[in-house]
C-alpha cells in the first residue's frame, strides 16, 4: 500500500531475529531488516528478468506522453486523501480515551510513511508511534493499537473495492477476472495472493470482534499471568502486550468508531483508486470511462493486497507487477501502457508521500533512528496501568 502499503500487522520494528540460535549467529543473518533487503533484491532480480521482454523505451516513452494536467489531478486528488487518514487515526485513538488535532495526526502519519519507504522494516510504525506519544502524550500501546485496527480496515477496504470491481466486470460480461486467473499466470499469482489476504483479513477481524465481547481472553489472560509470574521482566512484557489488544478490543466494542473508521477508510482507498485511473487516462489508455473504473480498481486493489508482505522496499516492483497483469489481461491497453501507469502511479504517491513526510520531519525535528530506539524501550516500560475499560476484556 502507499501508505507504503499498506499494509501489515503493526509493531516496532527491532532488530529481532526470526529463529534462536544461543550463539546469535543466526539472530544476527535472520533480521526483518535483513529480509527485507533480501527480498528488495530479489525483486529487482525479477523486474531486470522481466524487462528484458519488455521494450523499455516503448515504457519510457509512454510515461514522458503522459498529459500533465492529468498528472496534477491525480496528486490534487492523492493528496486529499492524507488529511483523511489524520482524522481516521484520531477517531481510532479517541475510542482509548486518547484525543489530538488532525494536523499533528496528518504529519504523524506523513512521518510514518516516509519512514517506511525509506527505511527497511516497516520502521513507520515506531515513528509514528513516538511523534504521538511525544507531541500528544499518547501511550506507546495505544498507538500501535490505533495502527493495527488502522491497518486491519485498510485491508477491508481494499478488499470490498476490488470485489465491487470483480461483480461490475462480471456482470459487464466482458472477460471474467476468474477466467483470466485461471489463464494469465501473473494475474493468477497476484488473485491467489489478494484472496489470501482478504480471507485473513476477514478471519482477524471475526476473531478480533468475537473476543472483545466475550469472556474467553480474559480467561486467557489470567492465565497468561499466572504463568509468568514471579518474572518482573516477563510480566512487565505481557502488561504491555495486553494493554494493545486491552485497546484494540475497546475499539472493537463501539459501533460507531467502527462505522466512521469504515467510512474514512472506504473514502481513502477510492482517492487512491481514482488517482490511478486519472493515470491511465492521462497515458491515453482508450478504454471508456466504465471499464477504465472497473479495471482501475481492480488492478490498484490487487495490487496493494500484493503488498502486504514486507519483501521489497516500499513494495516496489510487487504494486507494478500485479497492476501491470491484470491492466494486460483484462484490457487490450499494452503492456508497456500499463508497466508504465503502474510506476507513474506508484511514483506519483510515493513522491507526495516524502514531500509531505520531508515537511513533517523538518518540523517535529525527528531522526527516525531516535525514534525507532525510544519505542523499543519505552514500549516495554509503558507502565501505564490496564484501564477499567480494558478489563472488561482482561
Known sequence: ?????????????DERSIGVDGDGGIRAALTRRRLTLAGTLLVALGLVVAARQLDLEAVVADAASADPRLLALAVAVYAV???????????????TGHRAGTGLLTAAVFVSQTANLAIPARAGDATRAYVVNAR???????????????RLFDL???AVLAGGATAWLAIGGGV??????????????AFAGAAAVSTATVGVGLAVATSARSD????VAARLRALVAGSPRLEGALEAALRFAGDVGVVARRPRVLAAVAGTSLLVWTLDVLTAVVVLAALDSGLAVGPLLAVGTLAVSVGNLAKVLPLSQGGV????????????????????TALAAAVVDHALKNGVTLVGGGAAVAGFGVS?????????VDAATDDRSVSSEDRRTF
Open 1 to 13: 500500500m502507499h501508505d507504503g502499503g499498506d499494509r501489515g500487522e503493526s509493531q516496532a520494528p
Open 81 to 95: 486523501s492524507w488529511p483523511i487518514r489524520g482524522r481516521r487515526y484520531g477517531d481510532v485513538l479517541s475510542a
Open 136 to 150: 500528544a502524550n499518547v501511550p506507546y500501546t495505544a498507538g500501535f493499537a490505533a495502527l493495527a485496527v488502522e
Open 156 to 158: 477491508a477496504a481494499i
Open 176 to 189: 471474467g477476472p476468474l477466467e483470466l486467473a485461471a489463464e494469465t499466470g501473473g494475474a493468477r499469482v
Open 216 to 219: 474467553y481472553s480474559a480467561r
Open 317 to 336: 516492483g510487487l504494486y507494478e507487477a500485479a497492476f501491470t497483469a491484470l491492466v494486460v489481461g483484462l484490457t487490450p491497453v499494452g503492456a508497456s
Open 368 to 376: 527516525f533512528a531516535d525514534a525507532t530506539d525510544a519505542t523499543a
